[in-house]
């Protein structure tokens, strides 16, 4: 019945992949031309076609009405950024890009290294954006916290996609069990920032503050972002850091092998842990960043560290990258944490 739901965008599909697909589920097809019904095909529709939702997924716009493994959710806020601004538009680049890997989501993804699929009869939704209050922060961030609430009491996981870095702090206040957070970026954000401010250098100073987090892992920070002023912070809140320098030096294993196992874990990815070569698209560019292996081996190793309840995508500013390799590179690293998370 899925499929049946599923949105059949336009006619313009491309012969080879509906004979593909018509081998691959003849039987759906023909079941589907009978009833006058939508098929499967979502596969068979080009990159350019159709309405916009995070993989082509059903769009859920009342919460009431989620029923799915995975629940998407845009968070289209960059006030809280000292840098560039333009990460208000990181869900809409996301979503966009992420047209390129658009196909009936049960099948799973299938990986030509080691001739496998992932995530197969995982259900997928994207519950479009949290509503935004300009100039009014706190109310944005309390919409935060009650959406990604709704999601998990509906079961599913919050996947969320920025938005500046501060929205970590309202997402995490959501969750109702102890977690460990490991959080990828080139800063500690544990800058003091202005007094009584929420931005996305300080966040993690309050994150440490909640009764939920029990500890906040620090991975791939370099560069001359990160003063004494916020390491003396990161060190008062005893988070764990290790730098993108041990890492390019000792390599996936070792840096796995520093992370202790744990209960629940939350991942927060600021995409400025990547090299900027493979993530120009973010506010706060350092050199010498993570590559492509780096970032994605940490991400699947730590999954597999506990039981992954909740994932955020932060800092991609579409606006400094016409390119858009900055989002394809973060939905992909998305797909390969959840598959080993996952499977
Ligand atoms: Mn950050």
Redesign the pocket.
């Known amino acids: 019945m899925r499929g049946l739901e599923r949105n059949v965008r336009g006619s313009g599909w491309c012969l080879t992949r509906v004979r593909n697909q018509m081998t691959r589920s003849g039987l759906a097809l023909l079941l589907a031309v009978f009833l006058g019904a939508p098929a499967m095909l979502s596969q068979a529709v080009p990159t350019f076609v159709g309405v916009r939702t995070f993989l082509g997924t059903p769009y859920v716009t009342n919460l009431d009405d989620l029923h799915a493994d995975f629940a998407v959710l845009g968070v289209p806020f960059d006030e809280g950024t000292w840098g560039w601004p333009g990460e208000r538009y990181g869900p809409r680049g996301m979503r966009e890009s992420s047209q390129e890997y658009n196909h009936d989501l049960t099948e799973g993804f299938y990986y030509i290294d080691g001739d496998h699929t992932v995530l197969k009869g995982k259900h997928w939704v994207d519950v479009g954006d949290v509503p935004i209050m300009p100039t009014v922060p706190a109310q944005t961030d309390d919409k935060i916290t009650e959406m990604v609430r709704k999601i998990r009491s509906k079961g599913a996981f919050p996947i969320v996609l920025g938005g ?2 501060s929205i ?1 702090f309202p997402i995490l206040r959501a969750f109702d069990v102890p977690v460990t957070v490991i ?1 990828f ?3 500690l ?1 544990t800058w003091s920032g202005a007094p009584g401010n929420l931005d ?2 300080t ?1 993690v100073n309050r994150a440490v503050q909640l009764a939920n987090v029990k500890t906040v892992i620090q991975v791939g920070q370099r560069g001359l972002a990160n003063d004494e002023e916020a390491m003396g912070n990161a060190r008062k809140d005893h988070t764990t850091i290790i730098t993108a320098e041990q890492i390019h030096r000792k390599g996936v294993e070792w840096t796995l092998s520093q992370i202790p196992g744990s209960g629940n874990i939350y991942i ?1 990815l ?1 995409v ?2 990547m090299d900027p070569t493979l993530a120009p698209g973010t506010g ?1 560019l350092e050199p010498d960043g993570l590559n492509f292996s780096e970032i994605d081996g940490l991400l699947k190793g730590v999954s597999a560290k506990g039981r992954l309840l909740g994932m955020d995508i ?2 991609v500013n579409p606006m400094r990258d016409t390119t858009t390799r900055t989002e394809q590179t973060a939905i992909r690293l998305l797909i390969d944490t959840l598959g080993a998370a996952f499977n």
Request: charged content about 35%; aromatic content about 6%; overall charge negative.
């Open positions: 500046d870095h970590t959080h970026d080139a800063h954000d996305h250098a966040w927060t600021d400025d842990v706060t932060v800092e």
